[in-house]
């Protein structure tokens, strides 16, 4: 049986009062061509936006070709570059710049001066407990003294040298197997160290993305993300070519529909996502529910604990309930948690958590032929920091069970108690059911953006949010000390009764920016305005032989 048997008699009929007439080189170019147009149109059809996406974009595009309007957004953006420059201005006022390198080597003492210029530079008062997470932990004074004589210790080692730092590695495995205890992993558990919470999440799609590449064939990889879900999921997928599937929570909960999870898996599908918790809201999504999910049609789910993680896994010696989220769950496949934050380690490290090595195996970067010899690599960076490794250790030594479940008892003693003010205070709302250190607010009398505006006059520094406009805080280990949260409410309390007093009065300076850049249809512009954030962050002025 040929395959033109296989074609009904009307098509085939249809085909052959086509060709009848034609030579050889015309029926070979007509076929020729009909598959490259049939080819072009499904991979126009398939790609990673949908069509009514790229269709709007496209339309952004013609629009902003518009000489009046690219003339306006010019002239919109030069104003908005000439703002943040003049704020990048603003923070580092009374310090000098140096963008040449001094004739001669500076004095030790003038070194360390000019350093803790930079460091105590601005005017906010973290130490006191005035900023939404950031600072995890001012650490007392015998756990400072032991983890910088530790980082000094280790300063100049690197783990890409096992042979001639092998207590580093050591260090190094002993932090990811604790961890991987912490979260009920079993013996075939594994993971390594990353550099913070996005290294641990990219390195987590990589490993599955290729995974499904070897073990089902998967090329047109996608995952399925709540769109509550840390932004470093949608960085993987512009780093690695993963298509993101994103997913709606649910309005109340704020947690993660299963149902529209359930609808987004295909045979394209090569990891589930789900948050212990959440950044904007605290909320923690139905782990156990995603978990069956993933076994059910055999699609590996990672957890996101970066920054819960080493509260959610004490909750429960702290005297709290929480709902099972590790890998208790047997669909659970990678975890993800900052050392970093709850762990109260120097910034610079979190731990990524496998069920098994052949998970592991994928997130390798393993080079056979090179002529400078086999290289492996078991993270983004090759050469890693042997220092962070060594502080974060010490830190988890000094610390103990018994600190790390004290320190939980304590934040989520404080949260707790933030979130039930919140919820008592007239012309707020809190958002679903904050799971560890997060409660995020919105109100529907008032701009919130007014709110986030006049607590930083008062030198507090919250996180704003968006799609709804909203406002959180996280509450760490410095918002336990002595009346900072009971300031917080009084603040907070004296400020929305102050709005109320004119609820519709507009926002202006950047947060009314912020709140505008909600209603933009065309995002790219939100892409450049945040692009011209950054710029300024690496502002120095126009004189390049600045010297100290």
Not at 183 to 204: H, P, Q, R, V, Y
Not at 267 to 280: E, G, I, K, Y
Not at 485 to 490: K, L, N, P, S, V
Request: charged letters at 20%.
């Amino acid at each position: 049986m040929n395959v033109i048997s296989l074609i009904g008699s009307p098509t085939k009929s249809a085909i052959n009062e086509t060709f009848k007439g034609k030579e050889p080189w015309q029926i070979v170019g007509m076929t020729s061509t009909t598959i490259l147009a049939s080819v072009w149109l499904y991979n126009f059809i398939f790609q990673d936006e949908s069509i009514s996406l790229r269709a709007r974009k496209l339309a952004m595009r013609m629009v902003r070709l518009l000489p009046a309007v690219r003339a306006k957004i010019d002239s919109e953006m030069k104003k908005l570059n000439e703002e943040f420059e003049a704020e990048a201005i603003e923070r580092t006022k009374g310090l000098s710049y140096i963008t040449t390198l001094p004739d001669s080597g500076m004095q030790r003492d003038h070194v360390l001066e000019l350093v803790q210029r930079c460091v105590y530079s601005g005017d906010c008062d973290w130490k006191k407990g005035r900023v939404s997470g950031c600072v995890y932990r001012v650490a007392e004074p015998e756990l400072a003294s032991l983890v910088k004589e530790v980082y000094g210790l280790a300063l100049l080692t690197n783990p890409l040298h096992p042979d001639i730092f092998p207590g580093v590695c050591k260090m190094e495995a002993e932090i990811v197997r604790i961890t991987c205890r912490l979260f009920n992993g079993d013996k075939d558990s594994c993971g390594t160290m990353t550099a913070g919470g996005t290294e641990s999440i990219m390195l987590a799609c990589k490993a599955f993305r290729d995974y499904a590449r070897a073990d089902k064939g998967i090329t047109r990889p996608e995952m399925v993300v709540p769109t509550t879900a840390h932004s470093a999921f949608d960085k993987a997928a512009q780093f690695l070519g993963i298509r993101i599937r994103s997913v709606p929570v649910n309005p109340d909960s704020h947690t993660a529909s299963i149902n529209a999870v359930k609808r987004a898996i295909n045979r394209n599908t090569v990891l589930l996502v789900c948050s212990a918790p959440n950044f904007p809201y605290g909320t923690m999504d139905n782990v156990k529910a995603i978990s069956e999910l993933g076994e059910r049609f055999d699609v590996p789910v990672h957890v996101d604990a970066c920054l819960g993680g080493f509260l959610i896994c004490f909750m429960r010696k702290a005297g709290y309930e929480v709902a099972d989220f590790d890998f208790r769950l047997p669909g659970v496949t990678s975890i993800s948690a900052d050392t970093h934050k709850y762990g109260y380690a120097p910034k610079g490290s979190s731990v990524i958590m496998y069920r098994h090595k052949k998970y592991r195996h994928h997130q390798f970067t393993i080079t056979t032929d090179w002529p400078g010899g086999i290289y492996g690599s078991p993270t983004v960076n090759g050469s890693r920091a042997g220092g962070i490794i060594a502080a974060c250790w010490a830190t988890m030594m000094f610390l103990g069970e018994r600190g790390y479940v004290e320190a939980t008892r304590q934040i989520i003693e404080t949260t707790r108690f933030i979130e039930r003010e919140l919820r008592q205070t007239e012309g707020l709302y809190v958002f679903g059911s904050p799971v560890t250190s997060v409660v995020a607010v919105g109100s529907e009398d008032f701009d919130i953006f007014h709110l986030v505006k006049s607590l930083n006059t008062r030198g507090w520094k919250l996180n704003p949010l968006q799609f709804p406009s909203a406002v959180h805080i996280c509450v760490t280990h410095v918002h336990t000390q002595a009346g900072v949260a009971q300031q917080f409410i009084d603040d907070v309390r004296e400020d929305v009764a102050e709005l109320l007093k004119d609820p519709s009065k507009p926002i202006d300076g950047m947060y009314a920016i912020y709140g505008k850049s909600q209603g933009i249809p065309d995002r790219s512009i939100v892409g450049d305005i945040t692009k011209s954030f950054i710029d300024a962050m690496y502002y120095t002025p126009p004189d390049s032989n600045n010297r100290a």
